[in-house]
């Protein structure tokens, strides 16, 4: 059994007219897996349920390729070991499968409890498809219900798999202090040296577009899928008075992990960098583009009259509609194009840009923070940064900062575990909320980590507010000329 993803580009260059509007007929959709077994043959069911995870509540693409892999490695394992398909599982598979997996002779070959648990939940939300679906009499699984306190008040009962090991707990959050913050964004990102001047071997492209994508993720906690689904005509316009420390921001829902949409609070600061960043870098990019005879990708939307309210789109019957930003999914923004009054093409829709003029797809903004992270390491800064340890960064910090302003230094030692929660409660429900978590025990996760990092709680808070907006203006002057240079030669 092997996974593929559909791609709507390769299939045009295959011959299939308009393969975007096909797979829509048919309910697909761009990145969607599907699973063929080694002889080639295609189990239209199990497929299906990967088809219908937007449906189910998962709507990252990230997320459909672990629900895939979890499916693949679970078929693997009943075809190579118990000789059976995943329609023919019953409990004693479970157990198997769990004695593989957790407990196996070879350590090299055991997976973490919090890995078993997220393909187990993987699994459940399948077999529970299948179910209702009539495809199974019954689920391989065991449950038994208990009661948990509704966050509206009262008791309410939830049904648990007991194949999920109760005993596990989540992995140590890892987060960046403000100096590996910096570091990581001076250095791996914009290429300097880690004295601070520039570094005439650097090779990196868009460097300042992934400085300022950094900076966005690492002072508002946005995940990256949310970050990389923005598109200009929503974003604020950047205070020229600076007169505001912050601006809200509504992300819409359908960009938010289940449809959660959320206010956001944009530093001006940071509005102004996405405004500079859209002036010179990526103006420089759709020059290119136009240079080159504005190509169209397979499946591009076309919009017009786009502003910070909705855009106006073609409908099925070919008539234009508005649509709000809150109803525009991320499969849309990545095909959006905008035109002006005339049609004359103005670019894609979305903020952050690669080199030919097409949004940043998730793969490749991994990339780029695994080669920023790579560059660290060789110039003797150890540093491991991913998107989402830039929002674990953003939610310690902050956490910190808020119980700072609540309680002062008071030390948690001195509380039992319940008084410490009820005096910090304020400020993990308003980070829940700017993170969009649903339940606050997710945010609790946060609380070790100030204890771990207490030092941050008395110094460090302080820096996080004011220590990287003044690093970010002390770029060394040989970065600085040219971003001067450029606008000079725009101003012409």
């Known amino acids: 059994m092997e996974i593929f993803f559909t791609d709507p580009g390769a299939l045009e260059a295959a011959g299939v007219t308009d393969a975007q509007r096909a797979l829509e007929r048919y309910g697909l959709h761009a990145s969607a897996p599907f699973i063929l077994s ?25 997320s459909w390729r672990a629900y895939a892999l979890d499916l693949l490695t679970w078929g693997r394992f009943l075809h190579e070991h118990r000789d059976k398909t995943v329609w023919q599982a019953d409990r004693d598979d479970i157990t198997a499968f769990h004695r593989a997996r957790r407990v196996a002779p070879d350590p090299t070959q055991v997976v973490s409890a919090a890995t078993w648990n997220r393909g187990i939940a993987a699994l459940d939300k399948f077999y529970s498809w299948a179910a209702d679906e009539g495809l199974v009499t019954r689920t391989p699984f065991r449950y038994y219900e208990s009661s948990r306190r509704a966050d509206f008040g009262g008791q309410v009962l939830v049904r648990n798999n007991r194949a999920v090991e109760k005993a596990a707990r989540r992995g140590n959050v890892k987060f960046l202090s403000v100096p590996r913050y910096t570091a990581f964004r001076d250095v791996g990102l914009r290429g300097l040296r880690p004295s ?8 990196g492209r868009n460097a300042e577009r992934n400085v300022v994508l950094a900076e966005l993720l690492v ?19 950047p205070d020229p008075q600076g007169g505001r420390k912050s601006v809200p921001f509504d992300l819409a829902p359908p960009t938010a992990k289940r449809d959660k949409g959320r ?6 600061r940071i509005v ?17 583009w136009r240079a080159r005879g504005c190509p169209l990708p397979a499946g591009a939307v076309l919009g017009s009259h786009a502003d910070h309210r909705g855009v106006r789109m073609p409908t099925k019957d070919g008539r234009l509609r508005r649509v709000p930003w809150s109803r525009v999914p991320p499969s849309i923004r990545s095909r959006l194009f905008l035109v002006d009054e005339q049609d004359r093409p103005l670019g894609p829709a979305c903020v952050w840009l690669g080199q030919e003029a097409r949004p940043v ?3 490749a903004w991994e990339s780029v923070f695994v080669r920023a992270s790579e560059r660290c390491r060789t110039n003797g800064i150890d540093v491991a940064a991913t998107p989402h340890v830039l929002r674990h960064t953003f939610a310690v910090h902050l956490l910190s900062a808020l119980i700072h302003e609540q309680i002062g230094s008071v030390d948690r030692r001195e509380m039992a575990d319940g008084v410490y929660r009820r005096i910090v409660g304020d400020p993990l429900d308003h980070l829940r909320r700017l993170l969009g978590h649903s339940s606050i025990t997710t945010t609790y996760i946060y609380l070790d980590c100030t204890d771990q990092a207490q030092s941050l709680i008395d110094s460090a808070v302080h ?17 600085q000329r040219p971003l001067a240079q450029v606008r000079e030669v725009n101003s012409w």
């Open 219 to 237: 002072t508002t906690g946005l995940r990256i899928e949310e970050a990389a689904s923005l598109c200009w005509p929503e974003l604020p316009a």
């Open 272 to 288: 102004s960098a996405v405004a500079d960043y859209m002036e010179i870098e990526r103006s420089l990019v759709l020059d290119r």
């Open 196 to 203: 601070g001047v520039s570094d005439p071997s650097f090779r």
């Open 361 to 363: 797809s998730l793969s």
């Open 463 to 479: 820096a996080w507010t004011s220590e990287v907006a003044a690093t970010a203006a002390q770029v060394s002057e040989e970065v």
């Open 38 to 62: 080694d002889d080639g043959s295609y189990d239209v069911h199990l497929n299906r349920f990967l088809w219908s995870l937007p449906t189910l509540g998962v709507r990252s693409a990230n």
């Open 263 to 268: 206010r956001i609070l944009l530093p001006n």
